[in-house]
């Protein structure tokens, strides 16, 4: 039973740039939710995704974005890229009730030059 | 807002030795609580959850107990072992009908030398 596979999982880019990360959730899950994990820190939540709208974010500026596709991918979208945006990007997924938890993928280590 | 403190690593332990790693919170409501690990290079496992309080989560050893009195949820474990090296995160976040987002502490990296 594949996991949360998230792609590409390195990738660097320059200033001012503009990325798109990828994430495939668990099978039989419906909800998405990205993560970005600075250095030495934990996790801090971006948004969250369920049935291709956006249910919840946190304090994030609105150069992140992201989208749902029907079969509950999802993207997260980073534009005018600020090297404070070097992180791990997490995407976990999980059900709407959350009764099977939170599945999280390896991420994608993003680095701006 | 809701907040995590964990206890500031790094923490170095000799193989077979008690673990104890400090987690506080602050939140509204009922929150759920989690401790998350995560190995080097890879993304975050749930170690153990409990949804109310009294609730002691378990699992490979490891043992935390949900306390609303002192709005704590420790983690222990008996006899840590050199594959327990990892940094592990104290997590919550707004548990049934509450919000969804969760809320993590800054980790603690554990380091067992044989």
């Known amino acids: 039973d594949a996991g949360v596979t998230q792609s590409p999982t390195h990738l660097i880019k320059t200033r001012g740039q503009q990325v798109t990360l990828r994430c495939s959730p668990k099978s039989g899950h419906d909800t998405v939710s990205w993560y970005q994990q600075a250095l030495g820190q934990g996790p801090q939540f971006i948004f969250q995704y369920y049935e291709e709208e956006e249910r919840q974010r946190g304090n994030f500026p609105d150069r992140f974005s992201g989208h749902q596709f029907p079969n509950y991918s999802s993207e997260l979208n980073v534009n005018a890229l600020l090297l404070g945006d070097s992180a791990l990007y997490l995407c976990?997924?999980?059900?709407?009730?959350?009764?099977?938890?939170?599945?999280f993928g390896s991420g994608t280590r993003l680095t701006v030059v | 807002g809701d907040s995590v403190t964990q206890m500031e690593g790094p923490v170095t332990l000799s193989e077979e030795a008690f673990l104890t790693i400090n987690c506080t919170y602050t939140a509204t409501g009922y929150p759920s609580l989690f401790w998350y690990v995560q190995y080097p290079g890879e993304g975050l496992q749930l170690l153990l959850k409990a949804t109310k309080a009294d609730d002691k989560g378990s699992n490979k050893g490891f043992e935390a107990t949900y306390r609303k009195e002192t709005t704590s949820f420790h983690l222990e474990k008996g006899s840590v072992q050199v594959s327990d090296s990892a940094v592990y995160f104290c997590?919550?976040?707004?548990?049934?009908?509450?919000?969804?987002?969760?809320?993590f502490g800054k980790g603690t990296k554990l380091t067992v030398n044989p």
């Open positions: 976990a997924s999980s059900l709407i009730d959350r009764e099977d938890g939170y599945t």
């Open positions: 997590a919550l976040n707004g548990g049934k009908g509450g919000s969804e987002k969760l809320v």
